[in-house]
């Protein structure tokens, strides 16, 4: 059965306090994830893997050599792994057109508020999951953040393309894929 294209909105906002350092900036919400109404929720996406190694040297260990890692268990521990660390999570699109998960179908897209969020918080560095979350966040969002922090007089984050956690980027393996995030996730770097 052929999924049909939607008008859909992100559905929830951005998870981030004000001593978030580092942006996790993905597209739109998979379907699972709107399912979920929380940021990648699709069981096989590796994001969770990657951040609970990032800071649990023993889940570290454990992914270096090869093992199982499973994601953490509820929404409530997800947001305080983020939120420990410094990191806040949003999206480049609030409202688009979709079929199913596809991000190569986005279109009629209206962006997420990212100056809104900078000015809540101290955010250096914004990672973006995927090549499509970065070329959105070029296409749409780039020229807009630059304004705003120029007319706040405020330094603009650096901004990172990082290989996607998703599934269908089935050529990167997980310990491959935390090789490439982990330097990156690191909050005094910035």
């Given at each position: 059965?052929?999924?049909?294209?939607?008008?859909?909105?992100?559905?929830?906002?951005?998870?981030?306090?004000?001593?978030?350092?580092?942006l996790?900036?993905?597209?739109?919400?998979s379907?699972?994830?709107?399912?979920?109404?929380f940021?990648?929720?699709?069981?096989?996406n590796?994001?969770?893997?990657?951040?609970?190694a990032?800071?649990?040297?023993?889940?570290?260990?454990?992914?270096?050599?090869?093992e199982?890692?499973?994601p953490?268990?509820?929404?409530?521990e997800?947001?305080?792994?983020?939120?420990?660390?410094?990191?806040?999570l949003?999206?480049?699109?609030e409202?688009?057109?979709?079929t199913?998960s596809?991000?190569s179908?986005?279109?009629d897209v209206t962006?997420?508020?990212?100056?809104?969020?900078?000015?809540?918080?101290?955010?250096e560095?914004?990672?973006c999951n995927?090549?499509?979350?970065?070329?959105?966040?070029?296409?749409?969002?780039l020229?807009?953040?630059?304004?705003?922090c120029?007319?706040?007089?405020?330094?603009?984050?650096?901004?990172?393309?990082?290989?996607?956690?998703?599934?269908?980027?089935?050529?990167?393996?997980?310990?491959?894929?935390?090789a490439?995030?982990?330097d990156?996730?690191?909050?005094e770097k910035?």
């Amino acid at each position: 059965m052929k999924s049909e294209s939607q008008t859909l909105d992100h559905g929830f906002g951005p998870l981030y306090s004000s001593d978030s350092r580092i942006l996790i900036l993905g597209s739109f919400p998979s379907v699972k994830s709107r399912e979920a109404q929380f940021y990648y929720g699709h069981p096989q996406n590796r994001f969770w893997r990657i951040l609970r190694a990032r800071f649990d040297p023993e889940v570290e260990a454990r992914l270096l050599a090869g093992e199982k890692i499973d994601p953490s268990e509820t929404i409530e521990e997800k947001k305080a792994l983020v939120l420990h660390h410094q990191l806040a999570l949003w999206d480049t699109i609030e409202r688009c057109t979709i079929t199913g998960s596809s991000d190569s179908s986005i279109r009629d897209v209206t962006v997420t508020d990212l100056p809104w969020l900078l000015a809540r918080t101290g955010i250096e560095r914004i990672l973006c999951n995927g090549t499509t979350s970065y070329r959105l966040f070029q296409k749409y969002t780039l020229e807009g953040m630059q304004k705003a922090c120029e007319e706040r007089g405020q330094h603009c984050p650096d901004v990172l393309s990082l290989p996607s956690t998703s599934p269908a980027n089935a050529a990167w393996s997980l310990p491959k894929l935390y090789a490439a995030w982990k330097d990156a996730l690191n909050p005094e770097k910035t």
